[in-house]
Nanobody, 124 residues
Framework: QVQLVESGGGLVQAGGSLRLSCAASGRAFSSYFMGWFRQAPGKEREFVACMNRLGPYAPDTYYGDSVKGRFTISRDNAKNMVYLQMNSLNPEDTAVYYC??????????????RGQGTQVTVSS
């Protein structure tokens, strides 16, 4: 069982940056793929990013097309943390962002475990 708690959301102007954090509790954090999804008002949940369980030593990462080159996922297995660095934000990035964990590559909703979400609002 994995519990996930997101933080770091907020209001930011277009062109700005935010870093989301996800704290994971439970055992064997390093054995999980970790990822992020988002859901904008009136839209379906969208895959944002996934990082494999080996972290920086085998940095396989996957990104949704809409965030490639702007967002970066990272993890700190020693701290049971996952991060999403978001740069060059635009109003279309406004959404609730969800942290996700699974034993396999995360590409589609629902993952095995997910957090409650954190709101990101980008003003124009």
């Amino acid at each position: 069982q994995v519990q996930l708690v997101e933080s770091g959301g907020g209001l930011v102007q277009a062109g700005g940056s935010l870093r989301l954090s996800c704290a994971a509790s439970g055992r064997a954090f390093s054995s999980y793929f970790m990822g992020w999804f988002r859901q904008a008002p009136g839209k379906e949940r969208e895959f944002v990013a996934c990082m494999n369980r080996l972290g920086p030593y085998a940095p396989d990462t996957y990104y949704g097309d809409s965030v490639k080159g702007r967002f970066t996922i990272s993890r700190d297995n020693a701290k049971n943390m996952v991060y999403l660095q978001m740069n060059s934000l635009n109003p279309e990035d406004t959404a609730v962002y969800y942290c996700a964990a699974d034993r396999q590559v995360i590409r589609a909703w629902p993952p095995a475990y997910r957090g409650q979400g954190t709101q990101v609002t980008v003003s124009s």
